[in-house]
């Protein structure tokens, strides 16, 4: 007899709005479970705010706010110089 079969990994890529890749993540085992009430991956995006400091908006931060299933859920802008 063999080893168990081991489950695939499986890579997650978080992209913010524009389609630019962030990062990468490695899932394995189980499916993840939500922790109540936010269970977020957040990161901040130089692309999007640039982008929106090329539109005329004064930008000090862009942050995208994604599920543990690497949903992008909601994009906060943070205004100011």
């Known amino acids: 007899m063999g080893e168990p079969a081991r489950e695939l990994a ?4 978080l992209r913010c709005d ?3 890749l962030l990062a990468k993540v490695l899932r394995s085992g189980e499916q993840p479970q939500f922790v109540k009430p936010d269970n977020l991956i957040e990161l ?3 692309d999007c705010k640039t982008r929106r400091r090329h ?3 004064r ?4 942050l995208h706010r994604y ?3 690497g949903e992008l859920i909601e994009t906060l802008v943070v205004e100011g110089d």
Do not use: D
């Open 67 to 69: 599920s543990i299933l």
């Open 44 to 46: 901040a995006c130089p």
């Open 55 to 57: 539109a005329g908006q």
């Open 10 to 13: 499986e890579v997650i890529e």
């Open 18 to 20: 524009a389609g630019k």
């Open 59 to 62: 930008v000090q931060r862009v």
